[in-house]
């Protein structure tokens, strides 16, 4: 009787312990638990922004993703409004008439080539030459110009008997531009220009 009352006693508290271990991991053994959240992605690096346009201003550079991919780059500046250059050279007929005269526009920025060059019969006084959009709003300019006293159709000079070369300055421009040369023989041009 004892004996069948403690092994009982012994079964009972086997039982409970089960019970109470099952209880304890019963979830770990139940359903999987859900995963942990995710981490955010990184965030993407901002674009680039677009070339400038001539003149104009480099585009900004677009926002930075969250978490995605970057931003688009923005768009090139606009390029500047154009102006016209013009130019009116007096007496330049009687000292160079019937010689030539060979124009080249520089942008004081870029001294890698001349932006423009052209040439013309010196034929009438004033000898007026004109180059329609020849020149970008906010940009300086020098413009270099000889008479090619040997026609030989290069710059020879500047000097006293040989080509006469001269310069006049064009900066920042911000409106149609209107040169008014008289012949002189301050030669401050540049044959290396031309
Ligand atoms: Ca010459």
Not at 80 to 89: M, R
Not at 108 to 117: N, W
Not at 124 to 134: E, H, M, Q, W, Y
């Amino acid at each position: 009787m004892t004996y069948r009352r403690n092994h009982k006693w012994v079964g009972r508290i086997a039982a409970a312990t089960l019970s109470l271990l099952m209880g304890t991991f019963a979830p770990a053994c139940g359903d999987d638990d859900d995963g942990g959240a995710g981490t955010g992605g990184t965030a993407g690096t901002g674009g680039t922004g677009g070339a400038a346009g001539t003149g104009g201003t480099a585009g900004t550079g677009g926002t930075a993703g969250t978490g995605g991919t970057g931003g688009t780059g923005g768009t090139g500046g606009a390029n500047g409004a154009t102006f016209d250059l013009s130019f009116s050279g007096t007496s330049f007929q009687g000292a160079h008439g019937g010689q030539t005269m060979y124009f080249a526009l520089w942008n004081d920025a870029d001294q890698s080539a001349a932006e423009d060059t052209w040439q013309a019969t010196i034929d009438a006084n004033p000898l007026t030459v004109s180059r329609p959009d020849a020149l970008v709003e906010g940009e300086s300019y020098t413009l270099y110009y000889f008479a090619d006293v040997d026609g030989d159709g290069t710059c020879d000079g500047p000097a006293v008997a040989m080509d006469h070369a001269w310069s006049e300055p064009i900066p920042n421009v911000s409106a149609d531009v209107a040169i008014d040369a008289t012949h002189n023989v301050n030669f401050d041009g540049d044959c290396s220009k031309h």
